[in-house]
């Protein structure tokens, strides 16, 4: 049995990929049914009798003799209702029974992917505070302008495709068709996606046993997901409304695909959503998550997220034809690239990348390839530093207590059990998925128009290219007169540059845990003809340790001038020296700063990133750009 899996396996390997798209689907067209180069692989080496999650693509919506049919060669099967996919526990040796089925396309194994969260004479430019009393992350985006047209979000739900969301949260609250209720209402659904392979059946599962629906807190370890959802439409309830979400009246359906995401559970969640579309008005679908393999480099694995026709793509496609939008965190592995997430590259999705107080990209934000728009990020939002609604229950105390070091300092103690601070593109994700919520509240767009409105009304971002930052930084108040059909004006980051500029930002950050909260990022605009820059981080308790402080700086065209070795093994390493309270560092050669300037650029944004091992602690850094003296 082994030997003529195995057979089966290779010679589908061979057979042509060739990839001809309709416009109506996109089935990539081959001779026969295609199998994931990972089940073949494994098939090569596993019993015939040992069990394989996979999921079956089928060239249309299973019907139920489709499903009896696969629940044969199945320890347990899930057909799917709106998409053309049963999700089946196999084995290896019935793999070639499951490819031999009329109307299968391909099958493909059930993997893992990951979440992305991870904050003349001298001029003074200021950024931060301690504590945050302020969301920065919607003003500097206009979003308070929107709310004062009278367009917070009304009439949209959002998805939220996650770890699942405490909806118990003061900010968040929950009504369901039973009548459970708990004010203020945001979270019209919340339902936990159960793990099919735990289940055993002689039958096709139907809905009823993939779906627990109706639940107060489906974000049961993690926190993720609910910090997501309170960055969309947070009522900010629980901080006297200082920490709203962008659009803090439009509607959430929590779906709770669990801290290990196999793929399993994205495509129940999006079979979920399609068939409650018109049930529960979702017109936004935020997926703060995705792989980190690279579709551009082919020597990895072409199919986790590349090939068109796996179930990820199919899914997403299936809901933006649906008339659904569907944005997707750009990734967290900057400043290299191309480092973009695979399933933020199709043209259908929005790519969301992760920006800075200062209107800068943060560092970590997944780059695409240049000269390829196919493959870039295409707006950003803010995505660190930024503060939003955490779980609630004891089930994600292990979570909160790795981020409560940082939370001390940044948010103020009666608020402090309902906030987290939260960083990564997992943020600006849903940050984009709130601006898109009240652009649909002002005007009903087609995912394409909405998706073309957000990237033609951005600011510009001085000195990137478009494979770094896409457009440009999301403006929602251009979104929104853009879509009325209304004129608008993109602004840009305009400085005197003579003398010194000076560059203030203030964050309390650190701890003995590195999670995606526990540095400082910040951007600075550097203009022809500046002399030197300097970069200077204080704080007020001596340091115990040398390596507890660390500073990287990378200059416009993500050249590392300083990052230990991360990303170029011959940059500087600045740490911070045993029983200091400061440290900095100087670029003074005028030659090197003008020669790091993007080409056809006469400016550019320098990104500097402070890092604290140790404990938290408040911290300004200054940077100084002098100019000659006019």
Partial sequence: MMKRTITIATALLLLSLAMTLSPYSIHPARASAYLDPVLAKLS????????????????????????????????????????????????????????????????????????????????????????????????????????????????????????????????????????????????????????????????????????????????????????VSGLIAGTGDASNGIYKGAAPQANIVGLGAGDTLFIFHIVASYDYILSHQQQYHIKVINNSWGSDYNCSDLT????????????????????????????????????????????????????????????????????????????????????????????????????????????????????????????????????????????LSAKNLSPDQLKATLMKSTDPMLGYLSYQAGTGYANTLNAVKSALGQRFTRTSITTQNTGTERYTYTQYFGGSFVVTAAWMSASVPVFKGARSITFTATWPTPTTNVLQWEMNIYAANDYAVSDCGRTRSDSDCIFGRT????????????????????????????????????????????????????
């Fill in 300 to 439: 990895g694995n072409p199919t986790n997220g590349c090939d068109p026709g796996t179930p990820i793509q199919l899914a997403t496609k299936a809901a933006h034809d649906a008339g659904i939008a569907v944005f997707f965190a750009a990734g967290n592995d900057g400043p290299e690239h191309p480092t973009i997430n695979p399933f933020a590259e199709p043209d259908w999705v929005v790519a969301v990348g992760a920006g800075t107080q200062s209107k800068g990209l943060t560092e970590f934000s997944s780059r695409g390839v240049p000269n390829d728009l196919s493959k870039q990020p295409d707006i950003v939002t803010p995505g660190i530093n930024v503060i939003s609604t955490k779980c609630t229950k004891l089930s994600c105390a292990t979570d909160n207590t790795l981020l409560a070091t940082t939370d001390l300092g940044n948010i103020p103690i009666a608020y402090q059990p309902y906030y987290t601070t939260f960083a990564g593109t997992s943020a600006a994700s849903p940050m984009a998925s709130g601006v898109a919520a009240l652009v």
């Fill in 579 to 630: 029983g200091a309270t400061s440290m900095s560092y100087s670029v003074t050669d005028s030659t090197f700063i003008a020669s790091l300037n993007n080409p056809g650029f006469t400016a550019g944004t320098w990104d500097v990133r402070v890092f604290n091992f140790d404990l938290g602690s408040p911290v300004t850094l200054t940077v100084d750009v002098n100019y000659a003296k006019t």
């Fill in 44 to 227: 090569a080496t596993s019993p015939a009798t040992s069990t394989v999650e996979v999921i079956v693509v089928l060239d249309h919506i299973p019907t139920t003799n489709d499903a009896l049919a696969i629940q044969q060669y199945s320890v347990v099967s899930a057909p799917m209702t709106e998409l053309p996919m049963i999700l089946s526990v196999t084995t290896f040796g019935n793999l070639g029974s499951v490819l031999a089925y009329s109307g299968v396309v391909s099958v493909w194994a059930n993997r893992q992917e990951a979440y992305f969260a991870s904050s003349g004479g001298t001029t003074t430019h200021a950024y931060g505070e301690i504590p945050v009393q302020h969301s920065w992350w919607n003003d500097i985006m206009h979003v308070p302008d929107v709310w004062s047209l009278g367009y917070q979000g009304q009439g949209v739900t959002v998805a939220v495709v996650d770890t699942g969301v405490d909806a118990t949260n003061p900010s968040l609250g929950y009504s369901f068709p039973v009548g459970i209720s708990q004010a203020p209402y945001r979270v019209v659904q919340n339902v936990k996606v159960l793990t099919i392979g735990e289940i055993v059946s002689n039958q096709p599962l139907g809905p009823d046993k993939i779906y627990v629906e109706n639940q107060p807190n489906t974000d049961t370890t993690g926190g993720h997901g609910t910090s």
